[in-house]
């Protein structure tokens, strides 16, 4: 790219320096000729020496002129583009380089819904390669029932420029190229260039993270399964005393509300004493104090 970029700025420097050429040698022209004309009609002799002399003092006249004020402004403002240039291109391989590292899909599509971008995250999260995806519109990631949806969300964004889901973290469901679904988290923006719309969606496979959260769930209804069913008391407290107990505690000591249990301090379910001495508040108390401290 830099050797295609030098090779341009050399080019556009060429061709000022000929446009240069061409002007110089054209003064040169016409002045010579002025002055043949010139003898022409006055009727002497015609002096092609002189005629010559007075071409070139114009253009020893002209030259330098033209390269102060013309031809080294020129230059100077291609160098200064060649400059920028660099800068832009250093900027977009960094931003380009950027996006293809990252762990999360980014794809960007233009007004149409059509890939426009396509990062080497989503290459990994949805199967397909970029030359794959690149031109193909953005529905072929969503699950066939979401498609007509998303296409009048898109439609009605498109038309009136309502942008309420922008910025958002959306939980939807993807497709992968083996049609295989898992979910996703979105975020979304947009934005104009021009009169054309484009939208960028960074996208994350939240299929962990559900998966850790269902096996929470399994794992606390077996517990409250266990905790519920047991014949044996199960009392929950924390530092205040009991939050919750199961039905066999209720029983047991004789409460039909568990609201009314719960308002009760450890020691009042207990005997005055403890088989050691100490009274059953202290040695509830103690207890509690050294199980959370």
Known sequence: MTLI??????????????????FT??????????????????????????????????????????????????LLEIKERKKISEVLQ???????????????????????????????????MFGYSEQEALGKPLMMLMPEKFRSAHKNKLDIVTSTGNANLMGKVLELQGLKKDGAEFPIELTLATWEVGKERFYSGIIRDI??????????IDSEEKF??????????IMLLDEKGFFDCNNATLQIFGFIDKEDFIKMH??????????????????ANNKIGGGFH
């Open 5 to 22: 970029k030098d090779e341009k700025a050399h080019k556009e420097r060429y061709s000022v320096f000929r446009m240069l050429i061409f």
């Open 25 to 74: 040698v054209s003064i040169f022209i016409v002045e010579f000729s002025i002055m043949l004309l010139f003898d022409f009609m006055q009727s002497k002799p015609i002096e092609f020496f002189n005629s010559f002399l007075d071409g070139l003092l114009l253009v020893l006249i002209v030259f330098p002129l033209m390269y102060f004020f013309i031809y080294r402004p020129m």
């Open 90 to 124: 250093q900027s977009e391989e960094r931003i380009h380089n950027l996006m293809q590292s990252a762990y999360d899909a980014i794809i960007v599509v233009d007004g149409k819904g059509d890939i426009i971008v396509w990062n080497n995250g989503a290459k990994i």
């Open 207 to 216: 299929s962990e993270r559900k998966a850790a959260q269902e096996a929470l």
């Open 224 to 233: 409250r399964t266990l905790y519920d069913s047991s014949s044996d008391a």
């Open 266 to 283: 450890p020691s009042q379910v207990s005997p005055p004493y403890q088989p050691n001495g100490f009274d059953s508040l202290t040695a």
